[in-house]
């Protein structure tokens, strides 16, 4: 079983469209993250949620909406697509929030989904 | 000034040379540090953490400088299946809060 499971693994779409990213993790943490790689590989933190509340809003345009129905699940939906927001989606869990000092600092990553917006 | 910087390489090494590396961050105040690995079109996944005195982890060995503030991975008797890209992470504190940041990461590349 995968620990952290995303869906889809590869989106193509055009300008304009809406789409979802589905997450899931069953490793029982309280905490899970979207983060984005862009082109240069940097991965930058989205958001993150705690048991279903989100503790971490990082300035990422409002047309990105996450959303948790359980601590299990956190959803990302984006609006009106742009050409800027291709780039690899990974959604991530781990076990404490946010990582507090001495924490092993493990966040276990789902395999990501590589968004194409043409 | 990025808060946490890596030289991209790509290093380019032998099957068993040895490889290091290091990694700056801005934030005095950070507390935990790691490095990560990704490999090619996949998800990092913690390689090791970083701990005051220096720790070691079978050919890896991490050290952390906190007066430089920087951190380092070595790489001893490389194998081709290190050929990865190794992210650095600290972990920074904020006014009340932490946040891990991440480092754009540096390819290493074993040759046969």
């Known amino acids: 079983d995968t620990a952290v499971s995303q869906t889809p693994k590869y989106l193509v779409t055009q300008m304009g469209n809406d789409k979802s990213i589905k997450c899931e993790q069953n490793?029982?943490?309280?905490?899970m993250y979207w983060y984005k790689q862009d082109s240069k590989k940097f991965l930058k933190i989205m958001f993150s949620?705690?048991?279903?509340?989100?503790?971490i809003n990082e300035t990422v345009p409002n047309r990105f909406s996450p959303k948790s129905p359980d601590k299990a699940h956190l959803n990302l939906h984006i609006n009106s697509l742009e050409l800027g927001d291709s780039a690899v989606y990974f959604c991530a869990s781990s076990q404490v929030p946010p990582l507090a000092p001495r924490d092993t600092g493990e966040l276990f990553f789902g395999e990501g989904s590589r968004l194409t917006v043409l | 000034r990025k808060e946490v910087e890596q030289d991209p390489g790509p290093f380019n090494v032998p099957e068993g040379a040895t490889v290091a590396f290091n990694c700056t961050y801005s934030?005095?105040?950070?507390?935990?540090f790691f490095w990560y690995r990704q490999d090619c079109r996949k998800e990092p996944k913690l390689l090791m953490s970083v701990y005051s005195s220096g720790n070691e982890d079978g050919r890896f060995t991490a050290q952390l400088n906190r007066a430089s503030q920087y951190i380092s991975l070595l790489i001893r008797d490389s194998k081709l299946s290190d050929s990865a890209t190794y992210l650095c992470v600290v972990n920074m504190e904020l006014t009340n809060d932490y946040k891990l940041s991440f480092g754009a990461g540096t390819t290493v590349t074993v040759r046969a």
């Open positions: 934030n005095s105040a950070s507390q935990s």
């Open positions: 490793l029982g943490h309280d905490t």
């Open positions: 949620y705690n048991n279903k509340e989100l503790i």
